[in-house]
């Protein structure tokens, strides 16, 4: 008798795994509380897989043998809580994907970067001819390329989220690159929650296996004080060099591992600007080291690397001023990266939906740089509260044309308008990925 699965939520995620358990002889049912998108409906139709939209039937739910919930669906949430209630195990994607293929597998995770740096780690192995797919929070889902595809390597881009439903999957190269105060919400407002989180990335690891990480963050530094990871330790650091997998030198980025220490750049070559991306760069590079790719290629990917859309992303100049695109700046952290990076005067477009946000770490980087705040959310309160003594003009709008224009005459030649909204996008957007090409529109229409 074949097992029953059910996947709840229609979106990348749960089509993908619904596609995958198809494939695998499962019973497949899957249930989205909301609309299913024309794309994916037309995938479960094609696989012959039953669904349903706009609402959970509770009854069919509980007959599943295993459950594979979108990472976007709290615990706590019916039917989430009725289902781990009932014993049924509530396992993500990733962890069910895994069970399918035997391809080494890349996860990289992180508060702040980890996009960047999963899509230049694909460069690198792409460019050395590796057979490898990108995926996870990023690109196509873990799940629909394992069940349509055949690689040997995967670069997997991980969300705390996403990390929260694996049990049993373990990555054979994983890359923990900062952590900071983010979803919160979903952590019943605690950090030591989202930092739990974050550190599943070390999940079932052994000796065998390699873990990244930035060992100038002091969050990282105090939970690995705490824990004992079986994994080979590669850390790497900008402002030292002893013990570390990866440095800077003479201003070249460095790497020493295996036993053996190669310059491969100078970090003025770097496609990608910026203290953070420094960081990035060196963590992609330690990957395609471990993976014995040579030198050449790494810093061939790094040096042509074009970068990610919506992250500190130059859209156009209109009149001398250059408007910046970092809607995918979805949290404090993010946005301070972006500021830190400005070297003009700023007009900075922030706002959305608070994820617990605490503005005081961009305090003085706004004091500093920002001439004026156009807010762009429903409630632009707290953001009013936290700058008002610190930015001289602060406006609100409610739509991104009616921000892009304000912003563009509060601007003079010279400046930078810069959209990085420190918060989500669900109050006025489907996601960031929209909030970033509703701000490339509007610019452009001015």
């Keep these: 008798m074949k097992k029953k699965i059910v996947i709840l ?35 479960l139709i094609a696989y012959n897989i039953d669904f349903e939209e ?36 509530v396992i993500s994607e990733i962890e069910f994907a895994g069970r399918y293929t035997t391809a080494r597998k890349i996860c990289i995770t992180g508060s702040n970067g980890k996009t960047t740096t999963t899509n230049l780690i694909y460069e690198i192995l792409t460019r050395a001819g590796l057979n490898v797919a990108l995926s996870g929070n990023v690109g196509h889902s873990f799940a629909r390329q394992v069940a349509e595809g055949s690689y040997d390597y995967f670069v997997i881009e991980l969300s705390s989220f996403q990390l929260d439903g694996m049990f049993d999957f373990k990555a054979d190269i994983a890359v923990l690159l900062n952590i900071s105060p983010d979803h919160l919400d979903r952590y019943g407002n605690t950090f030591q929650g989202y930092i739990n989180s974050k550190f599943r990335i070390l999940n079932k690891q052994s000796e065998e296996d390699y ?90 990917s790094l040096t042509d690397f074009q970068g990610v859309e919506h992250r500190l992303e130059t859209v156009i100049t209109v009149h001398g001023i250059n408007f910046i695109n970092d809607s995918k700046a979805t949290n404090v952290n993010s946005t301070w990266y972006a500021l830190e990076c400005m070297t003009t005067r700023v007009v900075w477009i922030a706002g959305g939906t608070d994820k617990g946000n605490d503005y005081t770490e961009l305090h003085k980087l ?38 892009v224009k304000s912003a563009y005459y509060l601007a003079s030649t010279g400046d930078t308008v810069l959209l990085s909204p420190a918060c989500a996008s669900f109050d006025l957007f489907e996601n960031y990925e929209d909030r970033g090409r509703q701000f490339k529109d509007a610019v452009k229409n001015l």
């Design 211 to 300: 873990f990244i990480y930035w060992a100038d963050d002091p969050v990282i530094a105090k939970e690995l004080s705490l824990r004992n990871p079986e994994a080979l330790l590669l850390p790497f650091s900008i402002e030292r060099k002893a013990g570390m997998a990866g440095y800077i030198e003479n201003n070249n980025l460095t790497l020493s591992i295996h036993n053996k220490t190669e310059t491969i750049m100078t970090i003025h070559d770097l496609a990608l600007k910026g203290r953070h991306n420094t960081y990035n760069s060196m963590a992609a590079a330690l990957a395609g080291k471990i993976l014995n790719i040579r030198k050449e290629i790494i810093r061939e």
């Design 54 to 89: 706009g609402k959970h039937s509770t009854e069919l739910l509980l007959e599943a043998d295993i459950v594979v919930k979108s990472p976007g669906i709290p615990d706590d949430k019916p039917p989430v809580r009725e289902l781990i209630e009932a014993g049924i195990p």
């Design 366 to 403: 706004a004091g500093e740089k920002v001439k004026a705040i156009v807010c762009l959310g429903k409630d632009n309160s707290k953001i009013i509260e936290n700058f008002k003594e610190l930015v001289p003009t602060i406006i609100e709008t409610k739509s991104m044309p009616e921000a």
């Design 9 to 43: 939520g229609a979106g990348e995620s749960g089509t993908g795994s619904a596609i995958l358990a198809a494939k695998e002889g499962f019973d497949v049912f899957v249930s989205d509380i909301a609309g299913i998108k024309d794309k994916y409906r037309k995938d």
